[in-house]
């Protein structure tokens, strides 16, 4: 967990900042990515869901009714709580499979690592998130190359990531709210007083001396390194440059979000606590990172809502919804396998219908910042049918404008005999203009090429 | 640890060992770049600084292979890269220059005084590099030395040294690249000091190893040996094993669990009493037994916290705190059957047979299994029958053919543990049935049938399979990854070693420093 008094920001000086006022001015020059091509779309989102999905109460009805009673996707038709309807906004994207973990054995809970990247757990490449922030420079401009949070578990291991780095490591999340603020803005707060700013410029002084120290003793130790090695210090050379974009310091203009108030959510870990915080934790997670899309801190997030069980925030539920409701789930799903009991349906429903609220969230925010139609969203979980830790058919929502690339208020069946979600990936770096046919590895190379037309 | 340490040195002592090492072997493991854990992170800074850093937990948590956080995987990530700036920033303004980790005149030092200046920068690079620095590391050590005492005081001029050593790469990263020779790598002396240190003791190395590692004295694996004894002695070495038991027996997985409330109630605090019990006894058999793997598993005894003794059912503090209590009475012969384990693997509401057989099969006897999904088999989860057993409910697995080739083996293992429930209480009964802990084991090529887990612990204390495997777990936590053909290797290199060194831990550490595969790479 991520430890409150190592962070940068004195509480103090947080306040201090809110009490100037919300419309704090703070500078940052708006540079274009440096891609080379024409980028249609400028923002990712990438959000994992858990328990996989109740089919049942997903499909929409004819006419792309998604507001029928019981449906899963309700929240994006509901304008009464989220200020308008996103049912336009949005595709429910159907038949697609984890083609390139059923290949490599990363399959279950462990097939979360296949949702960005398109690969098993042997894959070298960088999820899309990752590669698009890193590799295509989208996050070359902005103080953070990206902003990878989560709720529950920080840890960065195969069944709690969907961000990864070439090469193939995963990335641990931000789970403590007031460690997105400081993270994301607390490099942007300053203090008025003299003596404040006059530390703030010794320390500026001081942080480029110990990256110029960090960056020659990384330089000596890639002159040594095996090839095998280089990605690796590759990752550290991204993580130099981030740090130097902080120690440097950027100006933007923009709404500085309030920080958050750490006594409302005194935990913020899976079984250790934090469970009757985590709508809260959710709610603020959504809202920094948006803000931190609309100040231009980063142009690339991701979102793992881990096990969000045991949270009590549907008393129709279950105490323990992983076993007692994703478990628990009868379906004959699309080839008739299985038994059929359509109360686990419907309480696998309820479920879903809580986590696609949460994203109906960061499509109002989105919405409200001007940044819906220049953004790619996708939310996906690791499994279709939970109760068989099924990586087939895995029922998908595609959200925002993709800068104009996705054509919203749709039902897309793929079939059922089983697409590979790298198609996806490669629908998703083709609206940023990467212009490229494949995405992913796997030995079955088959798996990796085409494209999906979501226009 | 003394009395088990010197059994292992006099175990060796007769035998005719090299003076230096014999050459690349056959089979090497890959150089690497490995990024040291937050524990070893923590534990070096602490060295070095003389103070408590808590730098572990403000940095993200570490990613796992094989199992274990001391693994070539781990990286430095913009998230953790920025946490370690912050908290770098944080631990040097709270330096304490009376400490012994600094030269005495850094008391009174003032920012002008370049001499002591030096003698402070190279005490604290030898600890944070894990070697000597060079004359022009220490110059440029000195650079920022001035930078940071300029306009302010040697303390501040300390503080950015500390700040730049924390996140300097030759900190962060523990090398295996050595001197390139023909046809392999040998590591160089200061990454064989480097790394006997990190492995043994979790620490960086100390002066007297700093100093053998200068002067080319751990080219000879019976210095390494010696060297390693040394370090088992302390008392950072005793946390380095209690992690790695408690990776290696995936029991870290427990922090992250709960239980339901129809089990029990209190499980957070029950689980830190769980995890106290079980640091205890790895302290207790790795101190006394040298990590002795039949201890580990059949020691007949166990060290039971005043918080866990209502749940086993004994009287807290009989015969005394950390004393060994005999709990075989009670279906509990080892660390199997200790609450830590057993809770790890179970579900909230229900024991999991198949989790517990895994688990032992996986860990201790280093099989593989197919995930169900590997063989076109869709899972189904036996469904919820409060008229049934667990093991009952899990009857499919026996009947349906899809199942019972790998089920056979996994459930006739987990249901020797039928008699501990979710949270590894002790039953007799569930759903007003009788518990039946009946179960199998193919063992050293053998099917046994045993009565429950005291029996299976007891097979395996005794098994050639087991200790093999233990090996090769050594191996992958030495070298932070999995190498099949190293592990068989160091396996097969062991046939001749006495009962001492391949059946305790401790001595298949010290077996796998003093040989040619700690001492060598593949070229690059």
């Known amino acids: 967990m991520i430890r409150r008094s190592s962070l940068p920001i004195s509480r103090r000086a947080a306040l201090t900042a809110l009490g100037a006022g919300a419309a704090l001015t703070l500078l940052f020059p708006r540079t274009r990515s440096l891609h080379a091509a024409p980028v249609p779309a400028k923002y990712f989102i990438g959000v994992y869901m858990p328990h996989g999905m109740a089919r049942e109460f997903w499909v929409p009805k004819s006419g792309f009714n998604i507001a029928y009673a019981g449906s899963s996707l309700a929240p994006f038709d509901d304008a009464a709580t989220y200020g308008r309807s996103f049912r ?3 595709v429910a994207l159907e038949g697609l499979d984890l083609t390139a973990g059923l290949r490599s054995s990363t399959v279950g809970h462990d097939a979360s ?6 690969s098993g757990t042997n894959g070298q490449n960088a999820s899309i998130d990752q590669f698009l922030a ?18 529950g578990s920080a840890a960065p291991a195969l069944q709690w990531c969907i961000s990864y780095a070439k090469g193939g490591t995963a990335l641990p999340k931000i789970i403590d709210p007031l460690a997105t603020f400081n993270h994301a803005f607390g490099q942007f707060l300053v203090d008025p007083d003299p003596a404040a700013v006059a530390r703030a410029a010794r320390e500026q002084r001081l942080g480029k001396s110990l990256l110029d120290y960090w960056t020659t003793d990384l330089a000596e130790l890639g002159a040594r390194a095996p090839q095998a090695e280089r990605d690796k210090l590759d990752q550290h050379a991204t993580a130099l440059r981030d740090l130097e974009k902080r120690v440097v310091g950027q100006t933007v203009t923009c709404k500085v979000p309030a920080a958050p108030n750490s006594t409302q959510f005194p935990s913020v870990g899976s079984y250790q606590g934090g469970e009757p915080y985590f709508d809260l934790i959710t709610n603020l997670q959504i809202d920094l990172m948006v803000q931190a899309l609309a100040c231009d801190v980063t142009r690339v997030s991701t979102l793992f809502l881990a096990d969000l069980s045991r949270t009590h925030f549907d008393s129709g539920l279950p105490e323990d919804v992983h076993t007692d409701v994703a478990h628990r789930y009868a379906s004959p799903g699309r080839n008739g396998m299985g038994g059929s009991d359509a109360a686990s349906q419907a309480r696998l429903a309820r479920q879903n219908h809580y986590t696609y609220a949460k994203i109906a969230r960061i499509l109002q925010r989105l919405s409200e910042a001007g940044l819906l139609e220049q953004t790619v969203l996708v939310a996906m979980s690791d499994m279709g049918d939970p109760a068989k830790h099924s990586s087939r058919q895995v029922p998908t929502l595609l959200a925002g404008g993709w800068g104009g690339a996705l054509r919203g208020g749709r039902h ?44 | 640890m003394g009395c088990a340490l010197f059994a292992l040195c006099a175990s060796c002592g007769g035998s005719a060992e090299p003076a230096t090492d014999s050459g690349p072997p056959e089979q090497s493991l890959a150089p690497a770049l490995r990024r040291l854990s937050t524990a070893e992170l923590e534990a070096s800074a602490e060295t070095m600084l003389g103070t408590v850093t808590g730098l572990s937990a403000a940095l993200p948590p570490d990613a796992r292979q094989s ?22 920033r944080s631990t040097a303004e709270n330096l304490d220059l009376s400490l012994p980790q600094f030269p005495s005149c850094a008391r009174t030092a003032l920012a002008s005084d370049r001499a002591c200046a030096e003698s402070t920068v190279k005490m604290l690079s030898n600890t944070a590099f894990r070697r000597a620095p060079s004359a022009r590391e220490v110059e440029q050590l000195l650079g920022l030395f001035t930078i940071g005492a300029e306009g302010a005081d040697f303390n501040s001029g300390v503080a950015l040294v500390v700040r730049a050593l924390l996140g300097s790469p030759k900190f ?7 001197a390139a020779t023909p046809g392999a790598t040998r590591l160089s002396n200061e990454e064989l000091g480097s790394e006997l240190s990190l492995l043994i003791s979790g620490q960086p190395p100390d002066e007297e190893l700093r100093l053998a590692a200068a002067r080319g004295e751990l ?10 004894l040394r370090l088992l002695h302390t008392w950072q070495a005793r946390h380095l094993y209690r992690r790695f038991v408690q990776e290696w027996l995936g029991l870290v997985g427990l922090e992250g669990l709960a239980k339901s409330s129809q089990v029990i109630t209190g499980f957070p605090e029950l689980r830190t009493a769980m995890v106290d019990e079980t640091n205890q006894f790895v302290d207790d058999v790795f101190s006394l037994q040298a990590g002795s793997v039949s201890a580990l598993l059949a020691g007949g005894y166990d060290i039971v916290p005043d918080a866990l003794a209502g749940f086993y059912g004994i009287q807290p503090t009989s015969p005394g705190p950390g004393a060994r209590v005999d709990l075989t009475g009670l279906g509990r012969v080892g660390i199997l059957q200790q609450a830590s384990f057993l809770a790890t693997f179970a579900h909230e509401s229900e024991s999991a047979p198949v989790l517990r057989g895994k688990a032992v099969l996986t860990r201790l006897m280093c099989l593989d299994f197919p995930k169900p999904t590997d063989l ?29 080739g790998c089920h056979a083996t996994l459930d006739g293992v987990g249901f020797l543990f039928e008699n501990f429930d979710a949270a590894g209480k002790l039953r007799t009964s569930e759903s007003g049935r009788p518990i039946d802990t009946s179960g199998s084991v193919q063992l050293d090529g053998q099917q046994l049938a045993l009565g429950d887990s005291m029996a299976l612990s007891s097979a395996l204390a005794k098994s050639e399979q087991v200790r093999q495997c233990a090996a090769r777990q050594v191996v992958r936590f030495a070298a932070g990854k999995t190498d099949a053909l190293v592990e068989q290797a160091f396996v097969d290199s062991l046939k001749s070693k006495s009962p001492e060194r391949r059946g305790t831990f401790l001595g298949l550490f010290l077996e796998f420093v003093k040989s040619d595969w700690f001492a060598w790479r593949k070229p690059q």
Do not use: K, M, W
């Open chain 1, 134 to 151: 890193i590799e295509q420079g989208l996050g070359q401009a902005t103080p953070l190359s990206s902003l990878v949070l989560g709720v």
């Open chain 2, 219 to 228: 080219d000879s694996g019976v210095e390494r040996e010696r060297q390693s």
């Open chain 2, 172 to 178: 962060l990263y523990a090398t295996t690249l050595g």
């Open chain 1, 113 to 118: 690592r296949v949702i960005l990247t398109g």
């Open chain 1, 88 to 90: 336009d906004q949005i």
């Open chain 2, 376 to 404: 076109g088999v869709d899972i189904v989860f036996p469904p919820a029958d409060p008229n049934a057993t667990t093991r009952e409910r899990y009857d499919r697995h026996a009947t349906d053919g899809a199942c019972r």
């Open chain 1, 412 to 455: 897309i069946d793929l079939g059922p005999n089983g697409t590979p979600s790298n198609r996806l990936l490669v629908s998703v770096q083709q609206a940023f203009g990467v212009e490229s046919n494949s995405y992913g590895q796997s030995t079955d190379a088959s798996i990796l090429s085409g494209s999906l037309d979501l226009t």
């Open chain 2, 67 to 88: 199992d274990y956080s001391r693994n070539v995987a781990q990286s430095v990530d913009s998230l953790l890269l920025g946490q370690l700036f912050d908290a770098s």
